[in-house]
């Protein structure tokens, strides 16, 4: 139904930003839940942060007052901005998607890296 294509990740000093993007192949402004997951090595997979049609998001608590995501229907773009990174950020971030119409299960990106050094 959908593709999503991560881009922004990269390698970034403790305390530095960066912008993940994830540019969805259709329309996005009828979609349900689109978001941001991450793994790091050894880890299990974590929501970071998830944002609905209508504007509501959630975070989690790690990353609260550090992390902003936002929705560009226009440009069907979805956006994390991370600020004040730490090294524990460090893990490959998935970009997902959720329409209840398409079925049960959501949509996934390749993954961005993104590693931060202390």
């Known amino acids: 139904q959908v593709q999503l294509v991560e881009s922004g990740g990269g390698l970034v000093q403790a305390g530095g930003s960066l912008r993940l993007s994830c540019a969805a192949s259709r329309s996005i402004f009828n979609i349900d839940t689109m978001g941001w997951y991450r793994q790091a090595p050894g880890k299990p997979r974590e929501l970071v942060a998830s944002?609905?049609?209508?504007?509501?998001?959630n975070y989690a608590d790690s990353v609260k007052g550090r992390f902003t995501i936002s929705r560009d229907n226009a440009n069907n773009t979805v956006y994390l901005q991370m600020n004040s990174l730490k090294f524990e950020d460090t893990a490959v971030y998935y970009c997902?998607?959720?329409?209840?119409?398409w079925g049960p299960g959501d949509y996934w990106g390749q993954g961005t890296q993104v590693t931060v050094s202390s």
């Open positions: 997902y998607c959720h329409k209840a119409a």
């Open positions: 944002i609905t049609s209508g504007g509501s998001t």
